[in-house]
């Protein structure tokens, strides 16, 4: 791998493609009983046990403010290591861990929804499709203004 | 680092902990030759070890302490103050050199001429002693080291007698080269055997202190610890799996590896306990330095220093602890010339106490000193506003002890500054509450006083209360679980009583402010029927303040493994952390404090919810005061501060007597006149109702007075501006709630009646 390629596990949510740096993810995990944390922000999703640590879950659809997974459907946890120990990202589905290079790589077009932009740190053409990186230390901070994020529903 | 000095560091630290109470406890019995010989030991092991890794000014500041000591020993010396001061001094430069090679790996520049100096004037200074002290007693027991030990033994064992050892000694010390041991085998004053047991427990000691222990990294441990944490986890599920297992010798695994992971868990717990006598140990030390200082002479003594207790506990109460013996000594023992006239013995007394009770660590300091200026202490409150002058006499000394932990007397966010005791007593408070423990003090005023401290005994597992609301569970730690109530039936149905917003129950009298869990979580309560047939309460203490908690169901207690929350969660103050049950699910642990202060109980009265009249002068310095409101005759709102509130009742209309004049009723053994405010306030009156008549309990100077309203409102925490008016009884109108309300003068109206009771 030379320096201008990159690895990154994928994963869709609402059918777009996202990808965080395969350095930062821990594991990949089924769908895990979670228990809710009443007065949390509405991104949080619960708190699951992953062997004997407890690990917070984020819901990565609220957190980019798309509407909510249909009713039967059961999320995956990408566990992704961040400066305060792991968090579980929900995501719809799991896709290929995926090299690119980078002179595929470019912004995030501005007239994306503001949330969108923030966390989105660019975006590589790849063949079939767009593959949006996303910052998993933001999408994990999670300020007052976050949970309160507009969720426009298509 | 290098590992050797790494290692050379944590050994000379605990050398140099060791020292401070060597000499200290030398300072006190300035002729053991054992003491001498261990501190002898340790400043040669600093200095050579010190030395050989290239340490040159701490092995050059030992040599010299190793030289007075040697004198000490040999008796060319005498022991006095100033030469324990002196090796003291050294022992903090060692430190000073210690803290500057752990961050820098160099010794620094520190100057050390100084101290080497005064060493050396020590060293000369009494040589002509030299001559003087060569008849030391050097056959007794203690004169021979090596031999010592055996010789003790054998004394202690009755083998020999103390005056044939001595002659056996002498023997050894007249040149010749046989041990101890056969000297006396040979003799026969001692038959080989007993010689051959002494021997093997001489050994032994000298076993137990080299190779008992060994040195684990704590990160290691908490690994460890976790470990074993999902190894427990793991189990609970094997054993649910041997339910509908038929094969023996599974099922006998399965037991066994029940019985292993238990005794494991077990075990690894006790890795991170630790002896209190750790944080003690460097108290002799400090006792004697501001003793010195501040010219008194104090004794500390100590018991149950090998009480354990978890590492992290250990860590947490070190400050604090420190801090209340230095305060203890600074303020509490008297000097000397206090303590004469008081007619005391001369000498203070510090006290530290450790045991283990119910699950909890007790740690008692207590001084034989003045004790807290009650008055002084009470006074300093009233004048900050802390309460009203008619509550203050009716605190008990205890409550007006314990207002020294109170943030310099006033809340939060006004100055802390005051002088004298009190100060950082706060910040005592506040460290150990925040391990779940609790501060008391009591104090009789020339006699003394005593902090006593409880604190859980690990922080990693706690025993907690399982409970069921909104189909979740919740822990709550025991250590604030008060009391559980279960209201049953016709129970269930009334026992909650409301004032508009807030539930209170009757709790033997005492009104309890009640919170519901699932409204505070916002949680949808799980099958309404069980929740109108049974309430569970469950009674919690937090800050000196009761409430109750109601909850869906109550299901078991249980230790827990405490996991801290993730910064997303941190902002939630209802919860104190999570935890793993038993069948693998996280549960959040319930932070009494913080869930009493989002149902904003936090302003509440102390002790006995609404009944103990609160504070009015320290609300209304911070311009914010609680207000009842009420309704009387057909006037609109009225209300009166909740300070001057005592409580509420009911009565029953036939309990109503006639005395003189006036309606009374009696109220808790004495006769309470009642006074009517819609009559007061001549406001057009309802046809009275059949049912209870309501009254406002107005207490002072130890007199009530019952104020008959018609309904109780509400109760509203807000910053009210009055508008004055002119009439009677009123103290004007203010804007509450959006709807403009009467003010009652309750002190004038009280006033009032008195006048007229004694005009008629």
């Known amino acids: 791998m030379t320096a201008t390629?990159?690895?990154?596990?994928?994963?869709?949510?609402q059918g777009l493609l996202f990808g965080v740096e395969v350095e930062t993810v821990q594991e990949v995990i089924q769908h895990q009983e979670m228990t809710?944390?009443?007065?949390a922000p509405e991104v949080v999703a619960g708190l699951i046990n992953l062997r004997g640590q407890i690990v917070t879950a984020i819901d990565l659809r609220r957190r980019l403010g798309v509407c909510d997974r249909p009713g039967d459907a059961l999320p995956m946890n990408v566990v992704v290591r961040t400066g305060d120990g792991a968090v579980s990202l929900l995501v719809d589905e799991i896709g290929d861990?995926?090299?690119?290079?980078?002179r595929d790589f470019e912004e995030a077009p501005d007239t994306l929804a503001c949330t969108s932009r923030e966390l989105i740190r660019g975006v590589y053409k790849l063949k079939k499709e767009l593959l949006?990186?996303?910052?998993?230390?933001?999408?994990?901070?999670i300020s007052a203004s976050a949970s309160e994020s507009s969720r426009a529903c298509q | 680092m290098d590992e050797f000095i790494q290692e050379f560091l944590v050994e000379g630290g605990e050398l140099l902990d060791q020292l401070d109470r060597d000499f200290v406890e030398l300072e006190k019995d300035p002729t053991s030759k054992e003491l001498v010989a261990r501190i002898f030991r340790a400043i040669h092991t600093l200095k050579g070890t010190g030395g050989t890794i290239g340490?040159?000014?701490?092995?050059?500041v030992n040599h010299v302490g190793e030289n007075i000591l040697s004198r000490l020993r040999d008796g060319k010396l005498r022991l006095t103050a100033e030469i324990i001061s002196a090796l003291l001094a050294m022992i903090d430069i060692n430190r000073q050199l210690f803290a500057s090679v752990e961050s820098t790996g160099q010794e620094g520049d520190l100057d050390l001429t100084e101290t080497i100096r005064s060493l050396n004037e020590i060293l000369n200074g009494q040589q002509e002693l030299q001559g003087a002290a060569k008849s030391e007693n050097d056959s007794t027991l203690a004169g021979a080291p090596g031999s010592t030990l055996l010789g003790k033994i054998l004394v202690e064992k009755g083998a020999v007698e103390e005056a044939k050892l001595v002659e056996a000694l002498e023997v050894q010390r007249s040149g010749d080269p046989r041990r101890l041991g056969e000297i006396l085998v040979q003799s026969g004053v001692v038959p080989q055997t007993d010689v051959q047991d002494a021997l093997q427990s001489q050994y032994e000691s000298r076993e137990d202190a080299v190779n008992s222990s060994i040195r684990v990294d704590v990160n290691l441990l908490d690994k460890v610890m976790n470990l074993v944490g999902e190894l427990v986890l793991a189990r609970n599920q094997v054993l649910q799996f041997t339910s509908n297992q038929k094969d023996p010798a599974f099922l006998n695994t399965a037991q066994r590896l029940n019985l292993i992971t238990t005794?494991?868990?077990?075990g690894v717990m006790k890795t991170r306990m630790q002896p209190i006598g750790n944080v003690w140990n460097k108290f002799p030390r400090i006792v004697r330095d501001l003793a010195n200082s501040t010219g008194k002479s104090v004794r500390l003594e100590m018991e149950g220093a090998q009480t354990e207790l978890d590492k992290t506990i250990i860590e947490a109460i070190k400050d604090p602890l420190t801090h209340v013996v230095r305060n203890s000594l600074d303020h509490g023992i008297e000097t000397p010339a206090e303590r004469e006239a008081a007619g005391k013995p001369l000498q203070g007394l510090l006290f530290l106490r450790a045991f283990h009770e119910g699950g909890q660590v007790n740690i008692e300091i207590s001084d034989d000193g003045g004790g807290l200026d009650l008055d002084a202490i009470r006074e300093k409150a009233l004048e900050r506003g802390i309460f009203s002058s008619q509550h203050a006499a009716k605190m008990s000394d205890r409550e007006i002890g314990n207002l020294i932990f109170m943030a310099g007397f006033s809340t939060a966010d006004k100055v802390t500054n005051i002088s004298g005791r009190g100060v950082g007593m706060d910040v005592v408070k506040t460290n150990v509450e925040k391990i779940g423990g609790t501060v008391d003090v009591s104090s009789v005023r020339g006699h003394g006083t005593t902090l006593k401290i409880k604190i859980p005994l690990t922080l990693a597992i706690i025993p907690a209360l399982i409970v069921t609301t909104g189909g979740e569970r919740f822990a709550i730690p025991q250590v604030s679980l008060v009391e559980l109530v279960r209201l049953e039936g016709k129970a269930a149905e009334t026992g909650i009583e409301m004032i508009q917003e807030v539930s209170v129950y009757r709790l033997r009298?005492?009104?309890l402010p009640v919170i519901y869990l699932n409204r505070e979580l916002k949680l949808g309560s799980k099958g309404g029927k069980a929740a109108e047939e049974v309430i569970n309460i469950v009674v919690l203490q937090a800050d000196g303040r009761q409430f109750g908690l109601v909850v869906d169901e109550i299901n078991d207690t249980e230790e827990i493994v405490v996991k801290p929350l993730s910064k997303q969660l941190k902002g939630i103050s209802c919860f104190a952390g999570a935890t793993i049950m038993g069948d693998g699910k996280v549960a959040l642990i319930l932070d009494t404090f913080g869930l009493a202060q989002h149902a904003s109980l936090a302003g509440e009265s102390r002790t006995h919810g609404v009944s103990a009249a609160k504070g009015g002068l320290g609300e209304s310095a911070e311009q914010r005061e609680s207000w009842l409101l009420f309704r009387a005759g057909d006037h609109g709102k009225l209300a009166v501060p909740l300070s001057m509130v005592s409580r509420l009742e009911e009565f029953d209309p036939k309990t109503i007597e006639t005395s003189g004049n006036r309606q009374?009723?009696?109220?808790?053994g004495e006769i309470m006149p009642l006074v009517r405010v819609a009559d007061a306030l001549q406001l057009p009156v309802e046809t009275a109702g059949e049912g209870s008549i309501k009254v406002v309990v107005h207490s002072e100077g130890g007199h009530s007075v019952g104020l008959v309203v018609d309904e109780i409102l509400d109760i509203v925490d807000q910053h009210v501006t009055v508008t004055k008016r002119a009439d009677a009884h009123l103290l004007g109108s203010a804007v509450i709630q959006q709807r403009v309300t009467d003010l009652l003068d309750v002190p004038e109206l009280v006033m009032s009646i008195a006048g007229e009771g004694r005009t008629a």
């Open chain 2, 55 to 60: 340490l040159k000014k701490l092995e050059s």
């Open chain 1, 97 to 102: 861990v995926v090299e690119v290079e980078q």
């Open chain 1, 132 to 141: 949006l990186i996303l910052d998993t230390q933001r999408s994990v901070n």
């Open chain 1, 5 to 13: 390629q990159q690895q990154f596990c994928t994963f869709y949510i």
């Open chain 2, 509 to 511: 009298g005492n009104l």
């Open chain 2, 263 to 266: 005794e494991l868990q077990e």
């Open chain 2, 664 to 668: 009374v009723v009696q109220y808790r």
């Open chain 1, 36 to 39: 809710g944390v009443p007065l």
